[in-house]
């Protein structure tokens, strides 16, 4: 079990996330992990990521899923000027459908 204080960050949740197999194991994991409103606000987050991607304006992406502008705002500061993460994830989407 790795040792980790308040202010690291501990990699074994990436690490077990990069060993799920298929979407079946994947929702059943994070079923497990976290609350259903955690949930939900992952799932509204990346959707509002797809939607900005597809160049979807504020109140268009609003309609769509119920986000809140300020999540919206924080969602489109995140993908453009975030880790990178949401711009690999769509990108991979866009490649494989």
Known sequence: MPKT???????????????????????????????????RAMEQRYDVALLLDDGLVYTEILEKTGASSATISRVNRIFSFGAGGFRTMINRRKKKG
Request: proline share 0%.
């Open 5 to 39: 204080t308040n202010k690291e960050r501990s990699m074994a949740l990436y690490e077990s996330i990069l060993q799920l197999k298929n979407l079946e194991e994947c929702t059943a994991f994070f079923d497990d992990l976290c609350t259903v409103g955690e949930l």
